[in-house]
């Protein structure tokens, strides 16, 4: 009787196994994988088209494709299931010639999004220390002279009060403008907070520093806010076109060829909320940035010989 019940349940146990292992074999990895990818896909093509004229299109093509293919086949139609077949194809490919504008303007908004280009701004519109680091590179090779402070813990509002409120996006064309002579703006000191420009044309404090006595206005007042405050203070002279960056009551002297390297450190330590990618992705991005930039530095200081 005990034998008989060991090989029942050995039996179970090897149909149990079979089971398991057919299992396993058609909810394989590889298969896992293609799932997941088809349904990213056809996630991101429904997401990307809610809303839009080509969306409402392909709802309705594929409700009257739904009811069209499976009237027939319940009723066992099979002429009429063979026509409309043929239907569907033809539909199909008169969807994609109708609207061809929205299919393309779809793929030129997927061909925009590069693995190694970064967003220049964050979802809250918070600029990147990739973007600040590239304005203040272009504004050197300019040899157009500015001033920038960037808050952090403590508040720069009292400075403010005696520049002009701004409040917007950074980007190197406003940026630009600003710091251009002899526009009404082009003298003081930005304040960026938050990754935005909040105010321009504001007037800091000037260090005492002795060291400083050959120093133009703009690199004391760099200087003399780091003293008061714990702001980090990027200034380009517009005589050398060389970058400076003051912290703690010091400051930090480069060449264009040096500021390549050693500004997004700085930038980064001074928006440490904006740093952007982690985990692989985002080392390999800005590696990559990093060697574009060197790259393109290396490129100019050949150019200029």
Not at 150 to 177: A, M, N, Q
Not at 189 to 217: K, N, T, Y
Not at 258 to 286: C, H, N, Y
Request: glycine fraction near 8%; charged fraction near 20%.
């Amino acid at each position: 009787m005990i034998a008989i019940a060991d090989s029942r349940f050995y039996n179970i146990l090897s149909q149990l196994q079979v089971a398991l292992l057919s299992a396993a074999d058609y909810f394989s990895l590889s298969a896992i994988v293609q799932v997941a990818i088809l349904y990213i896909a056809i996630y991101n093509i429904l997401k990307s088209a809610k809303g839009t004229r080509f969306g409402q299109a392909l709802l309705g093509v594929g409700v009257l494709a739904a009811i069209f293919w499976s009237f027939p086949k319940v009723l066992h139609f099979d002429v009429l299931y063979k026509i409309v077949q043929g239907m569907l194809i033809y539909l199909a490919i008169s969807t994609v010639v109708i609207f061809q504008p929205e299919i393309r303007r779809f793929l030129a908004t997927v061909g925009a999004l590069s693995f190694f280009e970064k967003p220049k701004h964050r979802p809250d519109g918070a600029a990147t220390p990739e973007l600040v680091t590239e304005t203040v590179l272009a504004l050197a090779r300019e040899k157009m002279g500015a001033l920038i402070a960037f808050e952090r813990g403590i508040s720069l509002r009292s400075h403010e009060t005696t520049g002009v409120k701004i409040d917007s996006l950074f980007s190197l064309e406003l940026v630009r403008t600003i710091f251009t002579p002899p526009l009404p703006l082009h003298d003081g000191g930005m304040v960026i907070r938050d990754g935005r420009i909040s105010s321009a044309h504001c007037i800091f404090p000037v260090s005492s520093q002795p060291e400083l006595s050959s120093s133009g206005m703009r690199h004391r007042a760099a200087v003399g806010l780091s003293e008061e405050t714990d702001a980090l203070v990027v200034v380009v002279s517009e005589e050398r076109g060389s970058v400076s960056v003051a912290h703690n009551g010091k400051i930090n002297r480069y060449s264009l060829r040096e500021a390549e390297t050693q500004l997004q450190r700085w930038i980064e330590k001074a928006m440490p909320d904006s740093k952007g990618d982690r985990g692989l992705v985002g080392f390999i991005r800005t590696t990559s940035h990093k060697l574009v930039l060197k790259l393109h530095g290396r490129r100019t200081k050949g150019g200029g010989k």
